[in-house]
């Protein structure tokens, strides 16, 4: 239960607060859950859509490669515990 209120709150911390608190949110849920920030870089540049703007998707990228990052290490580590 404690898991989905932590996604919720990273989720609304987009709204509502500013994006250092949100990053800060994304990375400690990814320990958890993994896809977490993707899915709120999403979100963010959904919500924040410029269409004259036409960079990058920022948080989005950065999203994806934190994701990638926390699969490598979750993976690491049930590996590590499994073969002791």
Do not use: H, N, Q
Not at 42 to 65: E, M, Q
Request: proline share 6%; aromatic share 14%.
């Amino acid at each position: 239960m404690m898991l989905k209120i932590c996604i919720f709150a990273a989720f609304l911390s987009a709204i509502l607060f500013s994006w250092p608190f949100t990053v800060c949110l994304a990375l400690c849920v990814s320990a958890f859950e993994p896809i977490v920030p993707l899915a709120v870089g999403l979100f963010v540049d959904a919500l924040y859509y410029i269409p004259s703007g036409g960079g990058l998707p920022f948080f989005t990228l950065s999203g994806a490669s934190v994701t990638i990052v926390a699969l490598f290490v979750r993976g690491r580590l049930k590996a590590s515990i499994i073969e002791r």
